[in-house]
Protein backbone atom coordinates (compact mmCIF):
# COMPACT_ATOMS: atom_id res chain seq x y z
CA UNK A 1 0.00 0.00 0.00
CA UNK A 2 1.41 3.18 -0.90
CA UNK A 3 2.29 5.66 1.85
CA UNK A 4 0.26 8.83 1.73
CA UNK A 5 1.96 11.83 2.50
CA UNK A 6 0.13 15.48 4.27
CA UNK A 7 1.21 18.85 3.94
CA UNK A 8 2.56 18.85 7.67
CA UNK A 9 4.17 15.26 6.96
CA UNK A 10 6.47 16.38 4.14
CA UNK A 11 7.48 19.68 5.65
CA UNK A 12 8.56 17.01 9.14
CA UNK A 13 10.76 15.09 6.13
CA UNK A 14 11.96 17.94 4.00
CA UNK A 15 12.95 19.79 7.60
CA UNK A 16 14.57 16.97 9.12
CA UNK A 17 16.87 17.00 4.94
CA UNK A 18 15.46 13.49 4.32
CA UNK A 19 13.73 12.45 0.55
CA UNK A 20 10.25 12.08 0.18
CA UNK A 21 10.12 8.58 -0.28
CA UNK A 22 9.68 7.18 -3.43
CA UNK A 23 5.70 5.70 -4.67
CA UNK A 24 4.53 8.30 -1.77
CA UNK A 25 1.17 9.52 -2.41
CA UNK A 26 0.67 13.37 -1.75
CA UNK A 27 -2.64 15.02 -0.35
CA UNK A 28 -3.15 18.36 -2.69
CA UNK A 29 -2.00 20.58 -0.39
CA UNK A 30 1.70 18.61 0.20
CA UNK A 31 1.80 18.65 -3.51
CA UNK A 32 1.68 22.11 -3.57
CA UNK A 33 4.26 22.62 -0.70
CA UNK A 34 6.63 20.70 -2.81
CA UNK A 35 6.05 23.00 -5.95
CA UNK A 36 6.68 25.77 -3.21
CA UNK A 37 9.51 24.46 -2.65
CA UNK A 38 10.70 23.52 -5.60
CA UNK A 39 10.21 27.08 -6.66
CA UNK A 40 11.96 28.92 -3.61
CA UNK A 41 14.95 26.37 -4.39
CA UNK A 42 14.88 27.39 -7.85
CA UNK A 43 18.50 29.17 -7.85
CA UNK A 44 19.21 29.04 -4.37
CA UNK A 45 21.97 26.77 -3.43
CA UNK A 46 20.23 23.87 -1.21
CA UNK A 47 17.62 21.83 -3.52
CA UNK A 48 14.08 20.16 -2.48
CA UNK A 49 15.28 16.57 -2.73
CA UNK A 50 12.27 14.73 -4.19
CA UNK A 51 12.58 10.89 -4.76
CA UNK A 52 10.12 10.22 -7.99
CA UNK A 53 7.42 9.23 -8.55
CA UNK A 54 5.19 10.47 -6.26
CA UNK A 55 1.42 10.31 -6.39
CA UNK A 56 -0.91 13.03 -5.65
CA UNK A 57 -4.66 11.97 -4.22
CA UNK A 58 -7.77 14.02 -4.14
CA UNK A 59 -7.98 13.92 -0.82
CA UNK A 60 -6.69 11.82 1.83
CA UNK A 61 -6.71 10.91 5.39
CA UNK A 62 -4.29 10.80 7.51
CA UNK A 63 -4.24 6.41 7.68
CA UNK A 64 -4.16 4.29 5.18
CA UNK A 65 -6.29 4.33 2.07
CA UNK A 66 -7.74 1.32 -0.29
CA UNK A 67 -5.48 1.02 -3.23
CA UNK A 68 -8.62 0.12 -5.43
CA UNK A 69 -11.11 3.11 -3.11
CA UNK A 70 -13.40 0.94 -1.59
CA UNK A 71 -15.16 2.10 1.45
CA UNK A 72 -12.76 1.26 4.47
CA UNK A 73 -12.31 1.86 8.36
CA UNK A 74 -8.96 4.00 8.83
CA UNK A 75 -6.53 2.49 10.44
CA UNK A 76 -4.31 4.63 12.64
CA UNK A 77 -2.71 1.63 14.91
CA UNK A 78 1.37 2.04 14.57
CA UNK A 79 3.17 -0.74 13.51
CA UNK A 80 6.98 -1.14 13.03
CA UNK A 81 9.00 -4.12 12.08
CA UNK A 82 10.00 -6.11 15.38
CA UNK A 83 14.14 -6.03 15.92
CA UNK A 84 14.48 -2.94 14.10
CA UNK A 85 13.94 -0.23 17.12
CA UNK A 86 16.40 2.91 16.97
CA UNK A 87 19.48 2.47 19.60
CA UNK A 88 22.31 4.63 18.93
CA UNK A 89 21.43 8.42 19.69
CA UNK A 90 21.51 9.61 16.12
CA UNK A 91 18.96 6.65 15.44
CA UNK A 92 16.74 7.65 18.16
CA UNK A 93 16.75 11.28 17.29
CA UNK A 94 16.07 10.55 13.98
CA UNK A 95 13.11 8.12 14.60
CA UNK A 96 11.92 10.68 17.30
CA UNK A 97 11.50 13.41 14.86
CA UNK A 98 10.49 11.12 11.67
CA UNK A 99 6.90 11.96 10.05
CA UNK A 100 5.38 9.05 11.43
CA UNK A 101 6.28 9.87 15.26
CA UNK A 102 5.45 13.96 14.99
CA UNK A 103 2.13 12.41 13.60
CA UNK A 104 1.40 10.21 16.26
CA UNK A 105 2.48 13.51 19.01
CA UNK A 106 0.18 15.52 17.30
CA UNK A 107 -2.61 12.99 17.56
CA UNK A 108 -1.51 12.68 21.62
CA UNK A 109 -2.30 16.49 21.76
CA UNK A 110 -4.95 15.93 20.42
CA UNK A 111 -6.52 13.10 23.02
CA UNK A 112 -5.11 15.46 25.83
CA UNK A 113 -6.88 18.30 24.72
CA UNK A 114 -10.09 16.03 24.36
CA UNK A 115 -9.36 14.49 28.02
CA UNK A 116 -9.28 18.00 29.33
CA UNK A 117 -12.37 19.39 27.26
CA UNK A 118 -14.76 16.55 28.62
CA UNK A 119 -12.90 17.32 32.32
CA UNK A 120 -11.57 14.14 32.28
CA UNK A 121 -7.99 15.56 33.80
CA UNK A 122 -7.79 18.44 36.21
CA UNK A 123 -4.85 20.17 36.70
CA UNK A 124 -1.86 17.96 35.52
CA UNK A 125 -3.63 14.98 35.51
CA UNK A 126 -3.95 12.08 33.39
CA UNK A 127 -1.32 10.84 30.99
CA UNK A 128 -1.22 9.46 27.22
CA UNK A 129 1.40 6.52 25.85
CA UNK A 130 1.62 5.36 22.55
CA UNK A 131 3.90 2.02 21.86
CA UNK A 132 6.06 2.40 18.78
CA UNK A 133 8.58 -0.44 19.15
CA UNK A 134 9.64 -3.80 20.78
CA UNK A 135 11.31 -1.21 23.69
CA UNK A 136 9.95 2.15 22.72
CA UNK A 137 7.01 4.13 23.49
CA UNK A 138 5.95 7.87 23.38
CA UNK A 139 4.31 9.73 26.66
CA UNK A 140 3.17 13.03 28.00
CA UNK A 141 5.41 15.15 30.12
CA UNK A 142 5.40 15.29 34.07
CA UNK A 143 3.55 18.49 34.94
CA UNK A 144 2.05 19.63 32.04
CA UNK A 145 -2.21 20.43 31.80
CA UNK A 146 -3.33 17.92 29.07
CA UNK A 147 -5.52 20.65 27.27
CA UNK A 148 -2.23 22.45 26.17
CA UNK A 149 0.66 20.27 25.17
CA UNK A 150 2.08 21.06 22.23
CA UNK A 151 4.14 17.97 19.99
CA UNK A 152 7.67 19.15 21.02
CA UNK A 153 6.70 18.45 24.61
CA UNK A 154 6.73 15.00 23.96
CA UNK A 155 8.93 12.53 25.22
CA UNK A 156 10.43 8.85 24.16
CA UNK A 157 11.39 6.40 26.68
CA UNK A 158 11.99 2.65 26.33
CA UNK A 159 9.08 0.27 27.87
CA UNK A 160 11.37 0.31 31.65
CA UNK A 161 10.69 4.08 31.78
CA UNK A 162 14.15 5.15 30.68
CA UNK A 163 13.91 8.92 28.59
CA UNK A 164 15.46 8.77 25.73
CA UNK A 165 14.93 11.60 23.77
CA UNK A 166 12.52 14.60 24.33
CA UNK A 167 13.48 17.92 26.25
CA UNK A 168 10.53 17.94 29.01
CA UNK A 169 10.65 14.77 31.79
CA UNK A 170 8.75 12.32 31.42
CA UNK A 171 4.86 11.41 33.57
CA UNK A 172 5.89 9.23 36.34
CA UNK A 173 3.07 7.28 35.57
CA UNK A 174 4.62 5.88 32.30
CA UNK A 175 5.78 2.65 33.88
CA UNK A 176 2.12 1.81 34.79
CA UNK A 177 1.16 1.75 31.19
CA UNK A 178 3.96 -0.04 30.54
CA UNK A 179 3.09 -2.79 32.51
CA UNK A 180 0.04 -3.36 30.84
CA UNK A 181 2.29 -3.21 27.33
CA UNK A 182 5.00 -5.73 28.15
CA UNK A 183 1.85 -8.33 29.03
CA UNK A 184 -0.14 -7.57 26.60
CA UNK A 185 0.64 -6.85 22.99
CA UNK A 186 -2.43 -5.59 21.71
CA UNK A 187 -1.69 -2.69 24.09
CA UNK A 188 -0.58 -0.06 21.92
CA UNK A 189 -1.74 2.63 23.46
CA UNK A 190 -2.94 3.65 26.52
CA UNK A 191 -5.03 7.07 28.60
CA UNK A 192 -5.16 7.42 32.12
CA UNK A 193 -7.54 9.76 33.26
CA UNK A 194 -9.41 10.97 36.62
CA UNK A 195 -13.19 11.44 34.78
CA UNK A 196 -15.27 12.37 37.58
CA UNK A 197 -18.59 9.66 37.16
CA UNK A 198 -16.08 6.67 36.88
CA UNK A 199 -13.70 7.96 39.67
CA UNK A 200 -16.92 8.23 41.54
CA UNK A 201 -17.33 4.39 41.53
CA UNK A 202 -13.63 4.07 42.22
CA UNK A 203 -13.88 6.01 45.18
CA UNK A 204 -16.95 4.32 46.48
CA UNK A 205 -17.78 0.75 47.55
CA UNK A 206 -20.00 -0.20 45.27
CA UNK A 207 -19.08 -2.27 41.86
CA UNK A 208 -19.90 -1.27 38.49
CA UNK A 209 -23.17 -2.99 37.44
CA UNK A 210 -23.04 -4.76 33.95
CA UNK A 211 -25.68 -6.31 31.63
CA UNK A 212 -27.31 -2.78 31.34
CA UNK A 213 -26.53 -1.16 28.28
CA UNK A 214 -25.31 -3.55 25.30
CA UNK A 215 -22.70 -0.91 23.84
CA UNK A 216 -20.50 -0.99 27.23
CA UNK A 217 -20.28 -4.82 27.24
CA UNK A 218 -18.78 -4.88 23.89
CA UNK A 219 -16.76 -1.84 23.29
CA UNK A 220 -16.02 -1.92 27.31
CA UNK A 221 -16.14 -5.40 28.21
CA UNK A 222 -15.91 -6.34 31.81
CA UNK A 223 -14.22 -3.39 33.65
CA UNK A 224 -11.38 -4.62 35.32
CA UNK A 225 -10.69 -3.45 39.71
CA UNK A 226 -6.73 -2.41 40.28
CA UNK A 227 -6.77 -2.17 44.08
CA UNK A 228 -5.31 1.00 45.45
CA UNK A 229 -1.46 1.23 45.26
CA UNK A 230 0.32 5.13 45.75
CA UNK A 231 0.49 6.37 42.02
CA UNK A 232 3.51 6.39 40.37
CA UNK A 233 5.08 2.86 42.38
CA UNK A 234 6.05 -0.17 41.18
CA UNK A 235 3.26 -1.73 43.51
CA UNK A 236 0.68 0.20 41.24
CA UNK A 237 2.16 -0.75 38.16
CA UNK A 238 2.29 -4.15 39.10
CA UNK A 239 -1.15 -4.21 40.32
CA UNK A 240 -2.96 -2.45 37.08
CA UNK A 241 -0.61 -4.65 34.87
CA UNK A 242 -1.69 -7.43 36.51
CA UNK A 243 -5.53 -6.16 36.00
CA UNK A 244 -5.05 -4.36 32.48
CA UNK A 245 -3.84 -7.89 30.37
CA UNK A 246 -7.46 -9.23 29.82
CA UNK A 247 -9.49 -5.68 30.78
CA UNK A 248 -9.31 -3.04 28.09
CA UNK A 249 -10.94 -0.18 31.12
CA UNK A 250 -9.92 -0.59 34.17
CA UNK A 251 -10.63 1.71 37.52
CA UNK A 252 -8.17 2.22 39.64
CA UNK A 253 -9.46 2.57 43.25
CA UNK A 254 -9.35 5.76 44.97
CA UNK A 255 -7.76 7.07 41.56
CA UNK A 256 -9.04 6.95 38.32
CA UNK A 257 -9.37 5.69 35.26
CA UNK A 258 -6.93 3.35 32.66
CA UNK A 259 -7.79 2.39 29.48
CA UNK A 260 -6.07 0.43 26.47
CA UNK A 261 -6.25 0.51 22.56
CA UNK A 262 -4.76 -0.81 19.49
CA UNK A 263 -4.04 3.14 18.71
CA UNK A 264 -4.66 6.23 21.41
CA UNK A 265 -8.31 7.33 19.60
CA UNK A 266 -9.39 4.04 20.51
CA UNK A 267 -7.75 4.05 24.18
CA UNK A 268 -9.82 7.24 24.77
CA UNK A 269 -13.02 5.98 23.36
CA UNK A 270 -12.96 3.52 25.63
CA UNK A 271 -12.05 6.70 28.47
CA UNK A 272 -15.26 8.24 27.09
CA UNK A 273 -17.26 4.78 27.25
CA UNK A 274 -16.62 4.15 30.60
CA UNK A 275 -17.56 7.84 32.04
CA UNK A 276 -20.75 7.82 30.10
CA UNK A 277 -21.71 4.70 31.56
CA UNK A 278 -21.10 4.98 34.75
CA UNK A 279 -22.73 8.38 34.38
CA UNK A 280 -26.23 6.87 33.02
CA UNK A 281 -25.77 4.21 35.22
CA UNK A 282 -25.71 6.89 38.24
CA UNK A 283 -28.65 8.74 37.11
CA UNK A 284 -30.80 5.71 36.22
CA UNK A 285 -30.44 4.53 39.83
CA UNK A 286 -31.48 7.57 41.81
CA UNK A 287 -34.91 7.47 39.42
CA UNK A 288 -35.33 4.91 42.49
CA UNK A 289 -37.12 2.40 40.64
CA UNK A 290 -34.07 -0.32 39.94
CA UNK A 291 -32.11 -1.42 37.23
CA UNK A 292 -32.97 -3.48 34.69
CA UNK A 293 -30.71 -6.09 33.14
CA UNK A 294 -30.56 -8.38 30.05
CA UNK A 295 -30.02 -11.81 30.41
CA UNK A 296 -27.22 -13.59 30.59
CA UNK A 297 -27.58 -15.26 27.50
CA UNK A 298 -27.99 -11.83 25.63
CA UNK A 299 -24.82 -11.28 27.57
CA UNK A 300 -22.91 -13.87 25.87
CA UNK A 301 -24.12 -12.77 22.82
CA UNK A 302 -22.46 -9.41 23.07
CA UNK A 303 -19.22 -10.81 24.48
CA UNK A 304 -19.19 -13.03 20.89
CA UNK A 305 -19.58 -9.69 18.84
CA UNK A 306 -16.54 -8.47 20.92
CA UNK A 307 -14.11 -11.37 20.49
CA UNK A 308 -15.11 -11.08 16.77
CA UNK A 309 -13.70 -7.32 17.29
CA UNK A 310 -10.45 -8.87 18.64
CA UNK A 311 -10.86 -7.58 21.76
CA UNK A 312 -10.33 -9.58 24.76
CA UNK A 313 -12.89 -10.23 27.79
CA UNK A 314 -12.22 -12.45 30.65
CA UNK A 315 -16.07 -13.82 30.59
CA UNK A 316 -15.24 -15.48 26.81
CA UNK A 317 -15.37 -19.00 28.64
CA UNK A 318 -17.87 -18.90 31.25
CA UNK A 319 -21.29 -20.33 31.13
CA UNK A 320 -24.10 -18.18 31.61
CA UNK A 321 -25.02 -18.88 35.37
CA UNK A 322 -21.45 -17.55 35.70
CA UNK A 323 -22.67 -14.36 34.29
CA UNK A 324 -25.39 -13.25 36.43
CA UNK A 325 -24.78 -10.02 38.15
CA UNK A 326 -25.90 -9.83 41.50
CA UNK A 327 -24.03 -6.12 41.96
CA UNK A 328 -26.60 -4.69 43.76
CA UNK A 329 -26.00 -0.89 42.78
CA UNK A 330 -28.10 1.23 44.60
CA UNK A 331 -27.71 5.39 45.56
CA UNK A 332 -26.81 5.07 49.60
CA UNK A 333 -24.97 1.88 49.44
CA UNK A 334 -23.04 1.04 53.13
CA UNK A 335 -19.63 2.37 52.60
CA UNK A 336 -17.25 -0.47 53.98
CA UNK A 337 -13.67 0.21 55.51
CA UNK A 338 -11.25 -1.60 53.40
CA UNK A 339 -8.74 -3.58 54.86
CA UNK A 340 -7.57 -1.18 57.86
CA UNK A 341 -5.40 -2.29 60.62
CA UNK A 342 -7.38 -2.81 63.58
CA UNK A 343 -7.87 0.54 65.97
CA UNK A 344 -5.98 -0.25 68.95
CA UNK A 345 -8.51 -0.22 71.95
CA UNK A 346 -10.08 3.12 72.49
CA UNK A 347 -8.23 5.52 75.30
CA UNK A 348 -10.86 6.85 77.72
CA UNK A 349 -12.00 10.65 76.90
CA UNK A 350 -10.63 12.18 80.27
CA UNK A 351 -13.87 14.64 80.02
CA UNK A 352 -15.67 12.05 80.66
CA UNK A 353 -13.88 9.95 82.90
CA UNK A 354 -13.99 13.60 85.19
CA UNK A 355 -17.34 13.61 84.76
CA UNK A 356 -18.57 9.94 85.73
CA UNK A 357 -16.18 10.51 89.21
CA UNK A 358 -17.82 13.49 89.99
CA UNK A 359 -21.08 11.92 89.86
CA UNK A 360 -19.96 8.97 91.68
CA UNK A 361 -18.61 10.89 94.15
CA UNK A 362 -21.68 12.89 94.50
CA UNK A 363 -24.05 9.82 94.24
CA UNK A 364 -21.90 8.33 97.37
CA UNK A 365 -22.15 11.51 99.37
CA UNK A 366 -25.81 11.75 98.89
CA UNK A 367 -26.13 8.27 100.08
CA UNK A 368 -23.71 9.35 102.80
CA UNK A 369 -26.05 11.70 104.07
CA UNK A 370 -29.09 9.56 103.92
CA UNK A 371 -27.84 7.42 106.54
ZN1 LIG B 1 -3.81 9.75 38.02
Redesign the pocket.
Known amino acids: MPQVLTAREVEAILSSGQPIPTGAVLTPSARDLVDAKKRAATGAKTAVVVAAPVTVVASAPAAAVPATGAPSIPDYEYKWTPGTDAKTPDEIQRFFHSAPIEELKRRICDMGRRLWLKDYTDGN??NITIRVGDNLALCTPTLICKGFMQPADMCLTDLDGNQLAGTRVRTS?AKTHYAIMKRQPAAKACV?A?PPHATAFAISNASIPSSLIPEAEVFLGKIGVAKYET?GTPANAEEVGRVGVDHQAVLMQN??VICWGKDVEDAYWKMENIDAYCRTVGFAASLGTGLHRFGPDKLKDLIALRQKLGMPDPRANMKEAELIDTADFRPGVICQQSAAPAPAETAPDATVEALVGKITEEILRQLGQAK
Open positions: GGEHHPHG
